[in-house]
T-cell receptor, first 114, second 116 residues
Framework: AQSVTQPDIHITVSEGASLELRCNYS??????LFWYVQSPGQGLQLLLK??????LVQGIKGFEAEFKRSQSSFNLRKPSVHWSDAAEYFC????????????FGTGTKLQVIP | DTGVSQDPRHKITKRGQNVTFRCDPI?????LYWYRQTLGQGPEFLTY????????KSRLLSDRFSAERPKGSFSTLEIQRTEQGDSAMYLC??????????????FGPGTRLLVL
């Protein structure tokens, strides 16, 4: 079965600094890959997704992610973090074909300090 | 607002009571999913509907849980004889399927359940 690992439970960055959130997946082939963001008490908002093609994908709110097949990774990046980016970020995978059950990582909580 | 909506947003109940949650998907989305999210964890898949048919149920979904989507539109998730371990956020998502195409699930705001 597929799995998703987000090794960082908590990350603190200063406002204006760059950000990289790590995500590794385990699956025999290339799954579909997603990043979602969840603000406190809220549902999940899709930031970006990768299905195929260009391995650098752009998302909303200035986020981007790069798919690296050799490393089974899909890390999320933002060049300059804003205080409003403080939230929990979930990496997720879907196995192509059939219905598409999303498997989520355990999340990385981002704190932004002034 | 044409997003996924869930009702209620919060529910507090006593152990042993029954609760029911509702999810209204995005119009014309034929797939609907329920997930459960406990504190500090990512959401976990519970069940999935294509139109009105429930096609997959997770082993997490015990006999006390039942979900329906009677007309292929809104869905309900009922928990009977609630236990404290049922306390969680229950998330609903919807998507539109297409042959030989990818899909994206759109999530609702969730229903947070607290069982006392």
């Amino acid at each position: 079965a597929q799995s998703v690992t987000q090794p960082d439970i908590h990350i603190t960055v200063s406002e204006g600094a760059s950000l990289e959130l790590r995500c590794n997946y385990s699956y025999g082939a290339t799954p579909y890959l997603f990043w979602y963001v969840q603000s406190p008490g809220q549902g999940l908002q899709l930031l970006l997704k990768y299905f195929s093609g260009d391995t650098l994908v752009q998302g909303i709110k200035g986020f981007e992610a790069e798919f690296k097949r050799s490393q089974s990774s899909f890390n999320l990046r933002k060049p300059s973090v804003h205080w409003s980016d403080a939230a929990e970020y979930f990496c997720a995978v879907v196995i192509p074909g059939g219905y598409q059950k999303v498997t989520f990582g355990t999340g990385t909580k981002l704190q932004v300090i002034p | 607002d044409t997003g996924v909506s869930q009702d209620p947003r919060h529910k507090i109940t006593k152990r042993g009571q029954n609760v029911t949650f509702r999810c209204d998907p995005i119009s014309e989305h034929n797939r609907l999913y329920w997930y459960r999210q406990t504190l500090g964890q990512g959401p976990e898949f519970l069940t999935y509907f294509q139109n009105e048919a429930q096609l997959e149920k997770s082993r997490l979904l015990s006999d006390r849980f039942s979900a329906e989507r009677p007309k292929g539109s809104f869905s309900t998730l009922e928990i009977q004889r609630t236990e404290q371990g049922d306390s969680a956020m229950y998330l609903c998502a919807s998507s539109v399927s297409a042959a030989y195409s990818t899909e994206t699930q759109y999530f609702g705001p969730g229903t947070r359940l607290l069982v006392l």
